[in-house]
C-alpha cells in the first residue's frame, strides 16, 4: 500500500512555472512507477509522463518533453514534476499516481492502482 498526497498547484500566469510535488508513504516506494496524468473540466483524464523506479521517464509527446521535467528523490519519497512555459491550456487538476513495478500501459490510467487527490493548476492572466 502507498498514500500519494500532491502539492504545489496554484494560480500562476501564463509563461509562467510550478513544481508540483508527490509525497508518498511507504518503505517500498522505490520499487514502484510513479504517473503524473491531468484531467481538466469535462474531459477525460489525461496522461503527462511516468517515471520508473530506476529514473527512466516516457512524456506523453515531445511538448511535455520540452516544457515539463519529472525527477524523483526515493531518499524523500517524493517526485517532482517542473512545469515551465505554462499555458492556459495546461489547466487541469493534476494527478500523481503509483503502481508496482513497470507497465508497458502506462499512459493508462487503469495501469495504476493508487492516486493522491489531486492539485490544482489554473493558468491564466
Known amino acids: 500500500q502507498v498514500q500519494l498526497v500532491e502539492s504545489g498547484g496554484g494560480l500562476v500566469q501564463p509563461g509562467g512555472s510550478l513544481r508540483l510535488s508527490c509525497a508518498a508513504s511507504?518503505?517500498?516506494?522505490?520499487?514502484?512507477?510513479i504517473g503524473w496524468f491531468r484531467q481538466a473540466p469535462g474531459k477525460e483524464r489525461e496522461f503527462v509522463v511516468t517515471v520508473g523506479w530506476s529514473g527512466s521517464t516516457y512524456y506523453a509527446d515531445s511538448e511535455k518533453v520540452r516544457r515539463f521535467t519529472v525527477s524523483r528523490d526515493n531518499a524523500k519519497n517524493t517526485v517532482y514534476l517542473q512545469m515551465n512555459s505554462l499555458k492556459p491550456k495546461d489547466t487541469a487538476v493534476y494527478y500523481c499516481?503509483?503502481?508496482?513495478?513497470?507497465?508497458?500501459?502506462?499512459?493508462?490510467?487503469?495501469?495504476?492502482?493508487?492516486w493522491g487527490q489531486g492539485t490544482q493548476v489554473t493558468v491564466s492572466s
Open positions: 511507504g518503505r517500498t516506494f522505490s520499487t514502484y512507477t
Open positions: 499516481a503509483a503502481r508496482q513495478g513497470f507497465s508497458s500501459s502506462y499512459q493508462l490510467p487503469l495501469a495504476y492502482s493508487f
